[in-house]
């Protein structure tokens, strides 16, 4: 069975930090792109993260770039995103997923173009201002 777990949301207050880890199973995860996209109370999903099979080509949206970081270590089947400087704006639902194509459609600022293989629940991350 394939799955993709998120976790690591919380309660923050504004300007902190905090570690999402997305593990999957039940697929070949070194050979997948994964990407992490948040959607808020009302708005559209967006794409923020990106990272490629090998970890050597990154994306991340403008809304967070400077302020993550995302990596992964294949041996564990997890992908990192290391979100600082939290403010109220990234409130919202995080979601992992994985695709067997690269970053593009994780770099779209179309959600109906977010056709990914394997998605997993979503971690919510709250920020407290």
């Known amino acids: 069975e394939v799955q993709l777990q998120a976790s690591g949301g919380g309660l923050v207050q504004a300007g902190g930090s905090l570690r999402l880890s997305c593990t999957g199973s039940?697929?070949?995860?070194?050979?997948?792109?994964v990407g992490w996209f948040r959607q808020a109370p009302g708005k559209d999903r967006e794409g923020v993260a990106c990272?490629?099979?090998?970890?050597?080509?990154?994306y991340y949206s403008e809304s967070v770039k400077g302020r993550a970081t995302i990596s992964r270590d294949n041996a564990k089947n997890t992908v990192f995103l290391q979100m600082n400087s939290l403010s109220a704006e990234d409130t919202a639902e995080y979601y992992c997923a994985a695709d067997y194509s690269g970053c593009s459609v994780v770099s779209s600022t179309d959600p109906n173009y977010y056709v990914m293989d394997y998605w997993g629940k979503g971690t919510q991350v709250t920020v407290s201002s």
């Open positions: 990272i490629n099979r090998s970890g050597n080509i990154v």
């Open positions: 039940g697929f070949a995860f070194d050979d997948y792109t």
